[in-house]
């Protein structure tokens, strides 16, 4: 969003403050939730000019003016817009406009996004697109320039790359923030020229540095992580973890989102051990348009801090004056203050926390759960399409899992199998037997162990990778195949049933990516993503209920995971432990290798 700067508003904004102009806005009688110093002040009021705040106080008629516009509070409490300091848009399924409209009703008003996803499809010029996309909201979108594409050198192959060129370009766009998630944390704390030199192009400019240590080990490691820059992070699951980042200097970012539930563990940290609560910031990560619609985004995560036993002005701060202190931001937003942005939210309970209005820039954009302004569609180029390439037509055979031996007689195998975790990212390395018939290894249901496959989808190779995976509990012949796959986004297919795994990939060809469920033969959910197969460019409440019916489609085929589809997609995502499947084999991502499917 295009606003004038403090520095060329001070005189209006003192003239309106002193009484010598008028306010474009004033809001009145509110209880002012005051997060610099923590307290709540009731019989507030606030005037807005410019779509700056010029003046907050407990009498603000003499900014009063015949076009002035008033706002009656009526003792509602008035907290500051809030901010999701670390998210990923593509896992809404949408676009970014998409996205800032489902969540603008529900009081965000300031996003960090890392399009990390496009650019492992598309490269700069992705990322380009959505900054440029992002500047066109009446929202503060700000875009962290991706670090990791690929994440994991070596153990996958992306449809771009980006380095250390690349992100000094970004550096000098001015929707730019900061570096995205450095995620491959063997490579900063080994040394990696390209890392390091993205870092120091990044401090070079002046700005963050965002972390991504998805290790449990705490030990040397993480202490040389943490020494070559990274600011914060947000992979933490464990009260450990939140503890060792702050007492580093770090901002730990505590997440909640569709698939991850890692602040009740971490926020003790606060409320147990009374660790200062300004080095801690919420955020999303990755949410589904589902949870976007239906359950909330960053009023969803504080209200469930509130119930981790935070004080409510506590999570507040977390979700707002701390992630603008982060982002060497709070001169423009985080707080109800003169000269920051007029971006606030008006709410009768700050437990329950209703978002009953939401002004951003001065300007009324949602009241009562609904959007009361109009954000025209961003329109994507023809190259951001038509990236699904599979090289030729797949069939049952090509999921094949194949013994290494040529003992035809054999009837079992032990093989490697990835065991999702529900309601976390990192999954187990487990080992299972499972049948062999003619040589081929078998999914088991009754083990609960689903038949999984990686599609090349980037250069038409027509490669596919097959492995094993534990936690779905399908039990009929189906298939779930989606373009959405972290981080290089291939095509990844769990099934029990060859032949409608191959189905399922083909039929994402036809429409251009997406996710597709297949039982018994027959396509029971479809969720089209043609951008980059990645997003839809349908509005959002569609999305939501095109994805709903893909988790009644998973459900129907015996799944019963909570947001088994954010699982699904990160089955190939080789930079958080154990163990992951990509164009290159299966990946043990304890050691960064490659290792064999059979055991022994």
């Known amino acids: 969003m295009n606003r004038k700067s403090w520095q060329e508003m001070t005189q209006d904004l003192v003239a309106v403050a002193m009484g010598r102009m008028h306010a474009d806005l004033v809001i009145c009688n509110g209880r002012w939730v005051n997060v610099h110093s923590g307290e709540i002040l009731p019989g507030s009021d606030v005037a807005v000019f410019g779509g700056r705040i010029a003046y907050v106080g407990p009498d603000a008629s003499h900014c009063i003016g015949p076009k002035t516009r008033i706002i009656e509070a009526k003792q509602r409490y008035l907290v500051p817009g809030l901010c999701d300091a ?55 979108v700000y875009v962290q320039m991706p670090s990791c594409v690929p994440s994991a050198p070596g153990l996958e192959t992306p449809g771009a790359s980006i380095g250390p060129d690349e992100v000094a370009e970004a550096m000098t766009w001015p929707g730019i923030v ?7 944390f063997p490579g900063v704390f080994g040394g990696d020229e390209n890392l390091h030199a993205e870092m120091a192009a990044t401090m070079r400019a002046g700005k963050v540095i965002g972390g991504h240590y998805a290790s449990p080990d705490l030990g040397r490691p993480f202490h040389g992580y943490v020494a070559g820059g990274p600011a914060d992070d947000h992979e933490g699951t464990r009260l450990e973890d939140a503890v060792a980042r702050v007492r580093q200097g770090m901002k730990a970012m505590l997440r909640l989102g569709s698939a991850w539930y890692d602040v009740a563990a971490q926020v003790k940290a606060i409320t147990e051990q009374v660790l200062d609560s300004r ?13 976007l619609v239906g359950e909330g985004h960053m009023d969803r995560v504080v209200r469930h801090a509130i119930a981790q036993g935070l004080r409510p002005i506590t999570a507040i701060q977390m979700a707002t004056l701390n992630t603008a202190l982060h982002f060497g931001l709070e001169r423009d937003m985080g707080s109800i203050t003169p ?45 951001a399409v038509g990236t699904v390439k599979l090289g030729k037509r797949l069939a049952a ?27 976390q990212a990192p999954t187990k390395a487990l080992e299972r037997t499972l049948p062999v018939v003619d040589g081929l290894i078998q999914p088991d249901p009754a083990q609960g162990v689903s038949h999984l496959a990686l599609v090349e989808r980037h250069r ?13 509990g399908f039990n009929v012949p189906c298939a779930v195949a989606s373009t959405v796959a972290h981080d290089s986004h291939h095509m990844i297919i769990v099934g029990t049933d060859m032949a409608d795994m191959a189905r399922a990939a083909n039929r994402l060809g036809e ?24 997003m839809s460019d349908e509005r959002a409440e569609i999305v939501a209920a095109k994805a709903g019916r893909m988790v009644e489609a998973f459900a129907e085929c015996g799944c019963t995971m909570h947001n088994a589809y954010m699982q ?12 992951r499947i990509s164009d290159k084999g299966i990946v043990d991502v304890r050691t960064f290798e490659v290792v064999g499917l059979s055991v022994g």
């Open 339 to 383: 000269g920051r942005y007029a971006d606030i939210v008006i709410t009768s309970d700050l437990v329950a926390l209703p978002i009953e209005m939401v002004i951003a820039g001065g300007q009324i954009v949602a009241e009562n759960g609904r959007i009361a302004i109009d954000i025209p569609a961003y329109t994507y180029p023809d190259f």
């Open 568 to 579: 699904l997609s990160l089955l190939a995502l080789v930079v958080i432990p154990e163990l």
């Open 86 to 140: 670390h998210m990923h848009v593509e896992s809404g399924m949408v676009t970014v406009t998409e996205f800032a409209r489902a969540v603008i009703p529900h009081g965000t008003t300031s996003m960090f996004i890392d399009p990390h996803e496009i650019a492992n499809v598309l490269g700069l010029p992705g990322v380009r697109l959505m900054h440029d996309e992002a500047a066109t909201l009446p929202i503060n």
């Open 511 to 534: 429409v251009g990516g997406g996710v597709v469920v297949f039982k018994e033969g027959r396509e029971i959910a479809l969720v089209e993503l043609p951008i980059a197969g990645l």
């Open 178 to 184: 900061g570096l995205g998630e450095m995620m491959n």
């Open 460 to 472: 038409a190779t027509g490669e596919v990778t097959n492995g094993f995976v534990s936690g779905f």
């Open 279 to 291: 080095n801690f910031i919420l955020c999303t990560d990755d949410s589904h348009s589902g949870t």
């Open 397 to 423: 055979s090509d999921f094949d899992a194949r013994l290494t031996t040529e003992n035809r007689r054999q009837t079992t195998a032990t093989v490697r199998v990835i065991g999702v975790v529900e309601n």
